[in-house]
């Protein structure tokens, strides 16, 4: 169910020193083509959206470390708690994935800046009450940076460690909710691959779906949606955004179109003249964050 295109990803990785995704020009690395599709509408998101407000509550990030049964070693993640986080109360989940060149700190650190956009979302009084869950997505003992080839069979296996492990973390040692329409699973371009064939593969787990600039481990529409009445029936939201100059779109267009010739309800945004970058991946979580767990 997970394989992954390997000579996309090596060449992929060979590019991501210090942990930074490339930037990838149309057509280079394969993935799939581009269908030509009806793009939802792009909206701007409003200036300072992913800047540090003064004068209104913060949030707080901690790192948190479990141990993993299908690895069978301890692993880390980070895990933002909103203002004012109050364990007499429940609280929703998002599973935040990172992409091939990161861990659990590349959104965190690397230029995502998730607490800042969740406490002005906050703020403004545009989000219901949840939590972030940053992840590692190498579901392997060596899962630093730089793991190497190993690492694209581990990102394909990190659904049973986080079904199996770290949501059963989650749930005994913060205050949330333990049902599927509490939980949302989004990620960044390896991490979008990995969200839409982990939240669509395991429906019973994610009513939310969201992919950011997904990457060639994305699976064929056909296989992610091999009952489409259940995915109807089940799935809350599936919400895609790409750039318009990224070489990855494709990943996602197929999906919309699958989803269009056969009545899924599915978001893809076409962001205007952008690369495989954290301006497209900010812009998906303050709008993805804004639709869940309502």
Not at 21 to 29: A, K, L, T, W, Y
Not at 241 to 264: H, M, P, R, W, Y
Request: charged letters at 20%; glycine letters at 12%.
């Amino acid at each position: 169910m997970k394989r992954v295109y390997l000579a996309a990803l090596l060449s992929i990785s060979l590019m991501t020193a210090n942990a930074q995704e490339p930037n990838i020009p149309r057509g280079m690395f394969g993935g799939q083509q581009q269908i030509d599709v009806k793009f939802d509408e792009y909206k701007a998101a409003p200036q300072g959206f992913d800047q540090e407000r003064e004068g209104i509550a913060k949030g707080t990030v901690k790192l948190i470390e479990y141990q993993s049964e299908s690895v069978g070693t301890t692993r880390k993640a980070n895990v933002y708690l909103p203002p004012k986080y109050d364990a007499k109360k429940k609280y929703s989940v998002l599973y935040l994935l990172h992409g091939i060149g990161g861990d659990e700190n590349e959104w965190y650190k690397d230029g995502g800046v998730p607490n800042i956009i969740m406490d002005n979302l906050y703020a403004d009084g545009k989000v219901a009450d949840m939590i972030v869950v940053m992840p590692n997505g190498r579901a392997q003992k060596d899962d630093s940076r730089s793991g190497g080839m190993g690492s694209f069979r581990a990102f394909g296996d990190f659904d049973k460690d986080l079904i199996g492990s770290l949501i059963p973390y989650i749930e005994k040692n913060f205050s949330v909710y333990a049902d599927k329409n509490h939980r949302a699973i989004a990620g960044l371009s390896m991490g979008g691959g990995q969200s839409l064939n982990f939240g669509l593969g395991h429906m019973d787990v994610f009513a939310y779906v969201g992919g950011f600039s997904s990457a060639p481990n994305t699976m064929r529409a056909a296989q992610l949606i091999p009952d489409v009445e259940k995915v109807k029936k089940e799935n809350k939201l599936l919400w895609m955004v790409c750039g318009g100059a990224d070489g990855l779109i494709g990943n996602s267009t197929q999906l919309k179109a699958f989803c269009d010739e056969n009545g899924i309800p599915c978001t893809l945004i076409n962001y205007p003249d952008q690369g495989h970058n954290f301006v497209v991946w900010k812009y998906g979580l303050y709008n993805f964050a804004q639709l869940i767990f309502k």
